[in-house]
């Protein structure tokens, strides 16, 4: 990594904190880590009282009563989240006792406990509302809905929160109907049946076990008379349409006769939510839009109710976004995303009305930040993104401030000692959210200016990134290695702007990234895409040269050009290709008529890739700021997708 100079001040700061007494308490930490970690208890304490008044104190008594959490006594935790009141491993310690206990279905010990959860993950914040339901909160059912609701895998703690909403009478008949029709369809015979139970509907294991066995058999045949009846069909089309979608639609017409209005429309709701989530498998359908249209008048999940809205946004149906996401939870439609293919879809109307109302969309859109779906919001008003301009620096005392700051000076400490990057972004994570939560601006700018000075990119950006009124983009899209990117971006006939965007996202610039699947450097380059880049550059492959900047970056240049060209020239399939290779961003591709870009990236069917296509667009529009390319419009990034064509 390129090594920049250091201000004064931050030579201050580095000066200060090297001082041989802080240095060797600094240093124990590391010593301390190896002791807990090889489970010598009596040692672990002589760190505890050695380092007390360090700024990495708390950690011998975080690991000696995370060695044996189950065990500890809630008071012991409550005492330490009081003793380091608001502090990261505070909350983390809280977070992971709760679990455990319910893990150990002992609420009354996790009850105490709670208040200090705050930054809870999904597991964390199912494993808290079990506690709170024990404790007679009837509130957690209204809350926790989506989770009843959802038959995609989730956490431990999710699906005991669920068992227990079964017991609760706030959840109704028709609730109950709802999730039971879900897990029929999704094939979960065992909590199918114990659902069907609750609501007077009694299934059999083996007949579910038999009609799986054959579903389209079943189905031929299929009686008709009764609740039981219609859970069978619905179980026996789900398989049906998981093994065979194109003969699953056919059957619906033929099968939805003879049965109670509503059970038709799960029926077709069936099929369609099966459809819409195997689009990988299956490619986009027409009918699994039509079929969700027809399912249209029963309750939609939350789940239901996006894969509808993108399905209808792929084939451009106007009226089915609108009931989809009218179809949705009060917070779901409040989304950027929704918000703005509601004003997509109402400005298709040919009443004043509608179109009155999508411009009051995008007004709103547009004036709330400069993330993808505002950026779009500006391009329909006509008006030009050129606000990237801002670099507000922080104050002298804003840099004092974080001097004091313990939240930052455990973070800084553990970066100078070399501790691993999981304590360290911890902590800088944690204090970057006390900071966003007191909208301390300054304080964020502060940080991110060190840690920008300092190299530290990824952290810089996680810091400027947050901050609601004061901005500096030069922190938030910083621009390391500049004339190696403008320069080997030229050659290979790309925009610099993009590629810096799409760095930005696969690496946040950290030079010796490695992803799980093998990926490594600025540009995440799988080893396979190198040798081939390096043979088509007629050079000899060196797996070291991954790891070589100039080497990373004038591959990843050269491969996303190479992909553009195969990909239509377009930048937004380039960059669907770059996360999740080329040939699938091709399957994607529309087969009978071209559709506008930001369509194609809402009904991308990987969650990672939509997300990924999204930020790197909005990254590139930020960098051509920067870049001086002038005001910007995502649009013009952004050219519509035309047909497959076969490569």
């Known amino acids: 990594m390129k090594h920049h100079p250091l201000t004064p001040y931050v030579l201050g700061f580095i000066a200060l904190s090297s001082l041989p007494v802080a240095q060797a308490a600094e240093e124990q930490f590391n010593d301390a880590l190896r002791v807990a970690n090889s489970g010598n208890v009596s040692q672990l304490e002589q760190y505890r ?22 065990f500890q006594s809630p008071s012991s935790i409550t005492s330490f989240a009081q003793r380091y009141p608001q502090s990261a491993m505070a909350e983390k310690l809280a977070a992971d006792y709760v679990e455990e206990k319910v893990k150990q279905a002992d609420f009354a010990s996790a009850q105490p406990v709670i208040q200090y959860v ?16 024990k404790s007679g909160d009837p509130l957690v059912y209204a809350e926790y809905k989506d989770i009843w609701f959802k038959t995609e895998s989730q956490p431990e703690s999710c699906n005991g929160l669920g068992r227990l909403m079964m017991s609760s009478p706030l959840m109704t008949t028709s609730d109950r109907q709802q999730r039971l029709y879900a897990q029929l369809r999704a094939g979960q015979s065992g909590l199918a049946v114990s659902t069907a139970q609750t609501i007077g509907v009694t299934l059999s294991l083996s007949q579910l076990n038999q009609i799986q066995a054959n579903p389209l058999n079943y189905l031929w045949s299929a009686p008709k008379a009764n609740a039981t009846d219609y859970a069978y069909l619905i179980f026996a089309l789900g398989r049906a349409a998981n093994t065979d979608l194109t003969s699953a639609l056919q059957t619906v017409p033929k099968l939805v006769q003879g049965v109670p209005a509503d059970i038709q429309k799960y029926l077709y709701r069936t099929v369609a939510y099966i459809g819409g989530t195997t689009v990988m498998k299956n490619n986009f359908n027409r009918e699994v839009l039509n ?46 995303r929704w918000q703005y293919w509601l004003a997509r879809a109402s400005e298709n109307r040919s009443d004043k009305a509608s179109q009155q109302a999508a411009k009051s969309i995008y007004q709103r859109l547009a004036a709330a930040g400069d993330e993808y779906h505002h950026l779009l919001a500006k391009d329909h008003l006509g008006v030009r993104y050129n606000e990237g ?32 990057d999981s304590y360290i972004n911890r902590e800088w994570n944690w204090a970057v959210r006390q900071a966003y939560l007191k909208k301390d601006d300054g304080l964020l700018l502060a940080a991110a200016k060190r840690a ?11 810091a400027a990134d947050r901050t609601v009124s004061k901005h500096n983009y030069e922190y938030r899209y910083p621009t390391p290695h500049r004339n190696l990117v403008v320069s080997h971006s030229q050659n290979a006939g790309i925009d610099p702007s993009w590629a810096y965007g799409l760095m930005r996202q696969e690496s946040r610039f950290v030079s010796h990234a490695r992803s799980h699947v093998g990926a490594g450097g600025l540009m995440q380059i799988m080893p396979d895409t190198a040798k081939l880049v390096a043979r088509k550059m007629g050079e000899t492959y060196n797996p070291a040269a991954l790891t070589d900047t100039n080497t990373n970056i004038r ?14 020239n377009s930048p937004v399939l380039a960059t669907a290709g770059y996360n999740a290779g080329p040939n699938r961003a ?26 990924y296509v999204k930020k790197v667009m909005t990254n590139a529009a930020h960098y051509g700021i920067l870049l001086g390319q002038g005001p910007q419009a995502i649009e013009s990034r952004m050219p519509t997708i035309p047909i497959r064509s076969t490569p």
């Open 586 to 611: 091709r399957r994607w591709q529309p087969e009978f008529q071209s559709i506008s870009a930001d369509q194609y990236t809402e009904s991308i069917p990987l969650n990672e890739t939509r997300d």
């Open 291 to 336: 079929s969700f249209d027809a399912s249209y008048g029963v309750p939609f999940t939350p789940e239901e109710a996006e894969i509808y809205a993108r399905q209808a946004v792929r084939f451009g149906a106007w009226e089915s976004v609108i009931r989809a996401i009218d179809s949705m939870t009060v917070s779901q439609k409040q989304e950027d």
């Open 49 to 70: 009282i050695a380092m007390q008044n360090d700024a990495l104190g708390y950690y011998p008594e975080y690991w000696a009563l995370n060695s044996n959490l189950g």
């Open 555 to 568: 591959y990843g240049t050269y491969y996303l050009s190479t992909i553009q060209s195969q990909l239509s």
């Open 389 to 420: 301009q801002q670099k507000t620096q922080p104050s002298s005392s804003d840099l004092q401030r974080l001097n004091q700051d313990i939240h930052f000076r455990r973070a800084f400490t553990l970066k100078n000692i070399n501790a691993a």
């Open 118 to 133: 705050t930054n809870p993950d999904q597991a964390e914040t199912c494993a808290v509302a079990q506690v709170r339901a």
């Open 452 to 462: 920008t000075d300092m190299g530290w990119y990824d952290r810089a950006i996680y």
